[in-house]
């Protein structure tokens, strides 16, 4: 093999015969070439600075924006049933809500897929635009079959969303960072919350707008918001580990070399050479059977892993808060263009859970803490339930003990993105996510507000207590099974963690 020379010092493309992979596969377009990159190293060698901020802010709005969908879907719920021109049912609302989650299910496996295939950024702004238009579009429902199928639209494009975000954040943020961010970024979905929950509060009072005018106005809000995120997104670059394998390392290596100006305010190439390097042999796409052999041979264990987290977080999230509006207002009495107040505190404790527990995911680890997380809120959820099924609490203990139980709650459902995005090879990083985030979401969060809305509709305490425990049950098995089989990532570079199909010997 004959070295080609580069244009960058850091960067050597090798030009060779192609040679057959562990993996049988379709022949790549770009197997000819190789390249010797320490790019990986590069970005995980940085501090953190004003461009992660601006990195985190821009992408990390997605979670802000599913928070405040998720939470008018709940706060608006009361609204719904009073509308003059809707008349909703607690059936009808748990359906609607289940076609937004459907929506982030199939959003996410073809977005996902893209992902991969394109690249990051291309995703970043389509499924931004399709949010933007459906959640604008939910506004003009005019009755259940429109009003589920925008839901479904906008949820397409959290879903998309969440594959492209999830793997930029992961690819641009150095490992030593990585976790803690991950947890935080996951966990400004309360943000929104809190957002959603204070635009209901507002546009719900009659003598604003009415309940048949005001949930209109509050999905405004998510349009409005979007429209700023697109302008922040414009100066988020293109991942370099994607580029460096799909074909495009001088690309690459002009984004890490303008990240390093900006991050340190001048050339780092002396200090670049003394980093560990890396082989690559580029491709354009990773085929599907690939990524299958990957996920469910390669690392079948892994892809058990993070199944169980997200099918028992997406469940234990999905049904509970999706219901939160309906059991304050059937069970306690509380008007629906109140219930905002209650998800106020609700939120708080969701947003203090990653930002105080967050560091040690980096410190003590992934496997005691994400052990530790999901085992704490199923107990607490158990006994929460309990307590509400003997009419033990009222309206605010009740939302006191929510709000302790999603303290861990909520690092906990972000460290099961923070498995999936961290815990498989570059190729097929997308797609991972995706594919368990729908499985998840499809197996947890569907079924649970459909479930829940049928057990409300009972009256029944009990049946509701049933729902709680079963939703308690899936967290310990997820406990139990990280406990065994997770892997320690913590602050270690993701070519550490997961080696890239691409890289050679």
Known sequence: ???????????????????????????????????????????????????????????????????????????????????????????????????????????????????????????????????????AATALSWNVATYALFRFLTGAGIGGEYTAINSTIQELVPARYRGWTDLMINGSFWLGAALGAVGAIVLLDPEVAGPDVGWRLAYGIGACLGLVVLVMRMWIPESPRWLMIHGRPEQAHRIVTEIERDVTGHDREARARELPTMRLRMRDHTPLREVAHTLFSVYRQRSLVGLTLMIAQAFFYNAIFFTFALVLTDFYGIKSDHVGWYILPFAAGNVLGPLLLGRLFDTLGRRTMITFTYSASGVLLAITGYLFSIGALSAETQTAAWMVIFFFASPAASAAYLTVSENFPLEVRALAIALFYAIGTGIGGVAGPALFGVLLDSGARSAVFAGYLFGAALMGVAALVAWRYAVAAERKSLEQVARPLAAME
Do not use: C
């Open 1 to 135: 093999m004959a070295p080609r020379q580069a244009s960058f010092p850091n960067l050597r493309v090798i030009t060779s015969s192609p040679q057959s992979g562990k993996v049988p596969r379709e022949p790549l377009a770009d197997e000819s070439r190789i390249i010797e990159t320490n790019i990986p190293a590069r970005l995980d060698d940085l501090r953190w600075s004003p461009f992660h901020t601006r990195v985190v802010l821009a992408l990390g709005i997605t979670w802000v924006l599913d928070g405040l969908e998720v939470t008018l879907a709940g706060a608006l719920s009361g609204a719904l049933k009073q509308s003059p021109s809707l008349h909703f049912s607690n059936l009808d609302i748990g359906l609607a809500n289940s076609a937004y989650l459907a929506g982030a299910v199939l959003g996410a496996l073809g977005f996902g897929w893209l992902t991969d295939r394109i690249g990051r950024r291309k995703l970043f702004f389509i499924t931004l635009a399709l949010y933007l238009s459906a959640t």
